[in-house]
């Protein structure tokens, strides 16, 4: 797969994005730390609802950009599809 270049060739899409569909991010979901020795400290408090929410929004960020990612084989097929049509025009 060359980088850089815009192509309409379903291979180098499965390709580019093989390794993020890899990713199993279903563990990540609803993860929260717990930290028993935080009560009455604020600062620790403070600390585990900013991680908690970090935790949520990386698993997110990680849905979002597979849902993404996942979209480019049948963009890229679309796009071969369309490509094959306009060569066909100058036969």
Excluded: C
């Amino acid at each position: 797969m060359s980088s850089g270049n815009i192509q309409s060739n379903t291979v180098d899409a499965q390709e580019a994005i093989a390794e993020l569909t890899g990713i199993d991010a279903s563990n990540f979901q609803n993860q929260n730390i717990e930290l028993n020795y935080s009560s009455g400290i604020s600062g620790m408090e403070t600390g585990k609802n900013l991680a908690n929410q970090m935790l949520t929004a990386v698993s997110d960020l990680v849905s979002a950009t597979l849902g993404q990612a996942n979209k480019f084989p049948e963009l890229a097929y679309h796009i071969e599809q369309r490509d094959q049509a306009d060569a066909r025009g100058w036969e």
